[in-house]
């Protein structure tokens, strides 16, 4: 009788064992495919969601040929660039050269249009980077202070595509 009831409790230690490994990986299974629902949620949601981008600009100096500026009354200096687009949400960075020899014209990269306020100067030879954050949509003007108003674009910042 003595063995019997030992088999017994051998049998019912191992049935509930195995039960309890069961409950364990069941368990276990349930995390990792929620963990993955959660994952696949996040991807669907980056996909929906225009983020912004990294804009870069080259900007520099130029000017009109031929243009006689005491005739005309206005300087013949103009940007190379006259109007950026861009997304809100995007940075926007641009490299503005001045390209003058030296001894010559200083340029300005100007925008006082809100929420900007913006006034960099770059001597003949120089080169400035500006970093902005569009977090507005509008369109903002950007100009030389010295060679106003020939010396202008337009940073065009639209709503995101989605
Ligand atoms: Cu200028």
Redesign the pocket.
């Known amino acids: 009788m003595a063995s019997n009831s030992k088999n017994v409790l051998m049998v019912g230690i191992s049935i509930a064992s195995i039960i309890l490994a069961s409950i364990a990986i069941t368990i276990s299974l349930q995390n990792i495919s929620s963990t993955n629902n959660q994952n696949t949620l996040q991807t669907n949601n980056n996909q929906q969601h225009y983020i912004g981008e990294k804009k870069e600009f080259w900007l520099f ?1 130029s000017n009109i040929p031929d243009f006689n500026e005491t005739k005309m009354g206005m300087p013949h ?1 103009v940007y190379s660039i006259p109007t950026m687009n861009v997304f809100k949400g995007d940075k926007v960075i641009i490299h503005f050269f001045n390209i003058e020899e030296p001894g010559s ?1 200083d ?2 990269f100007t925008i006082l249009d809100k929420p900007y306020n913006i006034d960099v100067v770059v001597h003949p030879g120089e080169n400035k980077t500006i970093t902005l954050d569009t977090n507005m949509t509008g369109i903002f003007t950007y100009y ?1 202070t ?2 106003y108003p020939t ?1 202008r674009g337009q940073l065009i910042v639209q709503s995101p595509p989605y």
């Open positions: 100096d200096d014209d340029h300005s030389c010295f060679h010396m």
